[in-house]
């Protein structure tokens, strides 16, 4: 093929993907001055952020005085199950409220306390009322304040953009991104000093996920394929509560607000299950009784948390397993019920959303009877592996932030840490960039083989005709990854992933589109196949070599957690080859003044 | 189940009609949902916008029977049975490709939007702002920007040559946001009436009636920003007192000092600029 004709555009600094994390990376970038753009593959404002419900976890102490940075700090490493990177974890549990204040100086309305501060909802796996919210449509708000704070600085955003690869120069530094303008569907390659990838989830590998199409793994791939460092990419957290019914709407998330305002979940026995289901390691700060948790919602001190509350590993653990003894709901959930605890005047109130997301889509109203929920996959973990305090990954040049970035959560993310990883860790990226980008003056010259190679690759499922449908191998990726890759995980079924992932990864060689190359959905999700199918083998990989139990992971066959096991990180790689290897490293030890925080608590 | 019919306009800037799909009917499914199965299906490059499938991110707009929707939230059981169901993108907005529009429009408004500049926080370095007060502004706040209210506001949906000069329903409701947001010192009710076309709305409702949100576009954010620009007009210490009566620890001067509007180019202003940069 001829040399392909493409725009070039340059910068200081590119930030690739324009959920939360990105948007806060770009306008720190933009506040030191450098020529910021940010490149999204939907439109501005439509990223994954805006699903987000719930609330941002920041120990501002509005609600509960007692609450301060290092509970938040060992409520997270707890619910990472200790697999958490520390220093990670410190740096976000000590910024959270800056960045939740600094929101609300751009313009964020978040609900109030009757003293005029920003009222705090209590979450999972949080001692304390910890998350400043609005509603259940946090998310929305989040990323309107930042959309806006972006808007306003004057960055470049290049919107309908998807990235395909990233390239590097002769030193292995990544100095270009190669993609294309999904509305004409022209090449399009971006020069920087330094990069960030906030691209997000790989959640659409699951045939039943909250995640939207654009959570296909770009950048924990495009990173792989770059030569950096992944971490712990075997841990998937799927949510406890996502819809069940009708079909077209399995996997559509409910907020764990609900849990936090008071919803509880029975079986079809009408029993709240949760109390059988208290691991040891949370027993003594978990209710043993109905009244206890009721009580708790009042008075935090005297009574000890309702075990609906327990992190989401726990509770989607429990709810599969009661599915799974012929518990369930008519739809194969189980039922989440605020109808009979709380008025129907607060649940509207509290939960707007949630009420017409039931309402409208299933005909349920939530304020008069239970939901059906069930598991759903949600959020990564894992992902690329940075270094706490920069955001830089092992690549030099590339940076990345939120949801692919991985450390933070360890083996389980704590709901509403999301939120605040993405502001703290954002910026952290956003200065981290910047630094890079000040400190290196030379223009890239880009390597016309790497743009061919790239563009080549994206249009050959045009040159093929009568192959696979791209639609059919997508449903095949998720049918496997959930058949298989689920929640709950064993060897032999791993194995057998592999084999279909190989396989699959051999149809998607004859991938063939029809039509032109402007706003074809089919070839776009051609073009999201490759990443989808890396981060679907890296993930497969990692379960297969942690032989044990934690957090979001969960093998039948080592139901327990492993001393061994919990001192370490997988880390894994690509070869510039395309090779696959992994290999354990000892986590990061925190230093003993940290330490001492979990002997206190005991 | 029987078969549903579904005539999706399909189609790019040069001109485009309406193509017929029949699929089979799946029990709880709404129109994106029909949508998706025709391009894993027959139509497998059939453009259509989405994210969430949630009506929580506003992609999926367009005109279903007729009427502006978002695909993701429009059950097929609600719509009639037996009867083919159109699909049709947003007019509004120039074409892409099928169902998918051409929205930049929306983001230039956006863009000229003066932003917000807070007042001092409190002697402690918090901002106390009472529930009753915040809930004015998050109400329009609730937003998902899926443009169907652009899409049926008359004074830009047949007249084009409007659309530099007016910011539209979701733009003004981003207005009286920031006019009702406790913590705002901007004064952008000049911007408003000279550029953003405040006066040209002739409150028809339209945007009201479409909004998937339910927020009372006209009644709590056009009615009243048209009032407080005619007041503000003839009245600035009427203004002024508003602004500084909601604000008892700032004195008039400060607020004065921050009162002056922001000017930010207009579409005009981009086209004038375009054009001397290619005479130069």
């Given amino acids: 093929m001829a040399d ?9 600094v590119i930030v690739i993907g324009a959920g939360g994390a990105g948007l806060r990376a770009a306008i720190e970038a933009k506040a030191r001055g450098l020529r910021t753009a940010l490149v999204c593959k939907s439109l501005l404002g439509k990223a994954h952020t805006v699903m987000a419900e719930g609330g941002a976890a920041a120990a501002l102490g509005n609600i509960w005085p007692e609450d301060n940075w290092q509970v938040h700090f060992r409520d997270t490493m707890r619910g990472g199950k200790m697999l958490n990177n520390w220093r ?17 100086r751009w313009g964020a309305l978040f609900d109030r306390t009757k003293d005029g501060l920003i009222t705090q909802r209590d979450f999972g796996g949080h001692r304390y009322a910890r998350l400043a919210h609005v509603g259940d449509r946090t998310g929305l708000e989040l990323i309107r304040t930042l959309q806006q704070q972006a808007v306003s600085a004057g960055i470049d955003v290049f919107m309908e953009v998807k990235i395909l690869r990233l390239l590097t120069d002769a030193q292995g530094q990544v100095n270009a991104a190669v993609g294309y303008w999904r509305p004409t569907g022209e090449f399009v390659v971006f020069t920087a000093k330094a990069f960030v990838l906030a691209t997000g989830s790989l959640g659409k590998s699951w045939k039943y996920t909250s995640n939207s199409w654009e959570s296909t793994g770009d950048g924990v791939a495009m990173a792989a394929w770059a030569g950096a460092d992944l971490i712990d990419m075997e841990f998937v957290q799927f949510h406890p509560t996502g819809m069940v019914w009708p079909l077209s709407v399995r996997g559509i998330l409910v907020t764990e607000g609900v849990r936090g305002d008071g919803g509880v979940l029975r079986n079809s026995e009408g029993t709240r299950f949760m109390f059988d289901y208290i691991p040891p390691m949370f027993a003594a700060e978990t209710a043993d009784t109905e009244a206890e948790g009721d009580r708790w919602y009042d008075d935090h001190i005297n009574n000890r948390r309702p075990p609906e509350l327990l992190p989401r ?31 129907a005047e607060y649940i509207r109130r509290r939960l707007p959303s949630m009420y017409h997301q039931f309402k409208e889509l299933a005909g349920v109203d939530i304020t008069a009877e239970p939901m059906e929920v069930g598991p759903t996959c949600h959020y990564a973990m894992g992902g690329i592996r940075v270094d706490p305090d920069s955001a830089a990954t092992t690549v030099p040049g590339l ?17 509403g840490n999301s939120l605040s990883d993405l502001l703290v860790f954002g910026r952290r990226a956003g200065e981290g960039a910047s630094d890079f980008a000040e ?13 061919r190679a790239a563009v080549d690759a994206a249009v050959a499922p045009f040159d093929r005709t009568g192959g696979e449908s791209p639609y059919d191998l997508h449903h095949d990726l998720q049918q496997t990854m959930q058949d298989l890759v689920g929640i709950i995980r064993t060897e032999s079924e791993l194995r057998e992933a592999h084999e279909a992932l190989g396989k699959l990864r051999e149809r998607a060689e004859r991938v063939s589109v029809s039509g032109g190359r402007a706003y074809n959905p089919g070839w776009n999700l051609a073009t999201d196949l490759p990443a989808m199918l890396t981060v679907s083998t890296l993930v497969a990989t990692g379960a297969l070599d942690r032989k044990e139990s934690r957090g979001g992971h969960t093998r039948d066959d080592f139901p327990g957690p492993d001393a061994e096991f919990g001192k370490i990180n997988l880390v894994q790689r690509i070869s510039a080859e395309g090779e696959f290897s992994i290999a354990p490293e000892p986590l990061p030890q925190m230093p003993p003044e940290l330490a001492a925080l979990f002997e206190e608590a005991k | 189940m029987g078969d549903v019919t579904m005539n999706i306009w399909r189609g790019d800037p040069e001109g485009g009609e309406f193509v017929e799909y029949v699929v089979p009917e799946v029990e709880g499914e709404v129109v994106l949902d029909v949508v998706h199965r025709i391009q894993a299906g027959p139509a497998p490059d059939l453009a259509c916008r989405w994210n969430c499938k949630a009506g929580k991110c506003g992609s999926c707009s367009a005109e279903i029977n007729g009427l502006p929707r978002l695909m993701c939230m429009t059950r097929m059981d609600e719509l009639p049975p037996d009867e083919a169901v159109t699909v049709a993108p947003m007019r509004t907005f120039p074409i892409i490709r099928d169902l998918v529009t051409d929205v930049s429009f929306n983001y230039t408004m956006a863009r000229q939007v003066p932003p917000l500049a807070p007042r001092q926080p409190e002697a402690d370095g918090t901002y106390r702002m009472q529930q009753v007060d915040v809930e004015r502004g998050q109400e329009f706040r609730k937003c998902i920007e899926c443009f169907m209210c652009q899409n049926v506001c008359h004074v830009i949906r047949d007249h084009e040559d409007n659309k530099p000069n007016y910011a539209g329903p979701r733009l003004f409701i981003r207005y009286m946001e920031l006019e009702s947001h406790p913590l705002d010192t901007n004064d952008r009710r000049a911007l408003l009436r000279e550029r953003m076309g405040i006066g040209l709305c002739n409150i028809t ?26 007041d503000g007009a003839y009245d600035p210490i009427a203004w002024l007192g508003r602004k500084i009566l909601r604000r008892t620890r700032r004195s008039a001067a400060e607020a004065a000092a921050d009162a002056p509007a922001v000017t930010a180019p207009t579409l005009e202003d981009e086209a004038e600029a375009a054009a001397q940069a290619a005479e130069a």
């Fill in chain 1, 313 to 343: 590993d726990e509770v989607a653990r429990s709810i599969n397993s009661e599915v799974k003894n012929g518990r369930g709901s008519p739809h194969g959930g189980v039922f989440l019920d605020i109808a009979s605890r709380r008025s």
């Fill in chain 1, 439 to 451: 400190a290196h003056a030379a223009a890239p010259v880009v390597d016309q083989g790497q743009v």
């Fill in chain 2, 205 to 230: 409702k339209c945007c009201t009636e479409v909004c998937p949100e339910h927020i009372k576009i006209t009644d709590n954010a056009i009615i009243p920003l048209k009032e407080r620009v005619v």
């Fill in chain 1, 4 to 12: 392909p004709t493409y725009e070039t555009h340059d910068f200081d």
């Fill in chain 1, 399 to 415: 940076f990345a932030a939120g949801e692919a970035a991985a450390g933070l959560h360890g083996s389980n993310r704590l709901g």
């Fill in chain 1, 88 to 104: 990670m974890a410190e740096l976000h549990a000590k910024e959270a409220p800056d960045r939740i204040l600094e929101l609300e």
